[in-house]
């Protein structure tokens, strides 16, 4: 939300909420994919809805299915409301974390964090 300087005053940058990221979808995340060196023939992409706080894509390939996971700045509501994109490096954590402890395949496997673009998969 812009809101109007006092005289003589100079905006400040109060958080990174606004910083522009590439904001993945289902039209993107092919080329995103290959710009990590993920090549795959045949890829079907769809977003997964019901999210506020993240972007969540199903990627199918001839051989394998993944999620691909980014968290958003501004949430998916009515209202103005930012949240710290850093988180999904958390929740990564986390996951880890628990597959030390949980059974073989109860908790998803992390297949790469992207630090320059909050998400993982």
């Known amino acids: 939300m812009n809101r109007p300087h006092p005289a003589g005053a ?3 940058n109060l958080s990174c909420y606004h910083v522009r990221l590439l904001e993945l979808d289902a039209t993107n995340a092919t080329d ?4 990590r060196g993920m090549d795959y023939a045949a890829t079907r992409i769809s977003e997964l809805g019901g999210g506020v706080s993240n972007t969540v894509l199903l990627v199918e390939t001839a051989g394998r299915r ?3 996971k980014q968290s958003l700045g501004k949430l998916s509501v009515k209202a103005d409301w930012f949240s710290d994109r850093q988180r999904i490096f958390r929740e990564s954590a986390a996951l880890s ?3 030390q402890y949980l ?10 964090e992207d ?7």
């Open 97 to 99: 974390w628990a597959a």
């Open 66 to 68: 993944f999620l691909l």
């Open 32 to 35: 995103y994919l290959r710009s």
């Open 10 to 12: 100079e905006p400040r």
């Open 103 to 112: 059974p073989p395949g109860s908790v998803p496997e992390i297949r790469f």
């Open 115 to 121: 630090p320059g673009v909050p998400r993982i998969s």
